[in-house]
C-alpha cells in the first residue's frame, strides 16, 4: 500500500527519524537507541515511512539500513511553495496598508 508522503510527516517520531536519517543512513536498532520507544515501535515507523516511499532500504550482510529519499521531500517543497506565494503576497498588501496609514498620520 502507498501513503501519502503527510502521513508520515503526521507523526512527531517519525519527523525526528527523518532528522536522523538525513545525516546518515542507520539500521532499526541503531534509531531506536535514539529514542525511548522499543524496537517494535520504530519498526512501525519505518513501515509507514516505507510505505510513503520516503525511505529505501539496503542490506549490509546481516543488517539493514534504511535512508532518506530527498527526492521525496521535493514533494513536500513544492506542496509548501504555494503557501510562500501567499504569504508573501499577503504581506505585501500588509506593507501598503501600513504606509498608507502612515501617509495619512503625516
Known sequence: ?????????????????????????MTPNTIAEEFHISRQAVSKHIKVMS?????????????????LQTDKMKEIEKWLEQFKELIATRFEQLDQVLFQLKQKKK
Open 1 to 25: 500500500m502507498r501513503r501519502d508522503i503527510f502521513q508520515a510527516l503526521a507523526d512527531p517520531t517519525r519527523r525526528a527519524i527523518i532528522l536522523l536519517l538525513a545525516v546518515q543512513s
Open 51 to 67: 510505505e510513503c516511499e520516503l525511505l529505501s532500504q539496503e542490506q549490509k550482510g546481516r543488517e539493514i539500513y534504511y535512508h
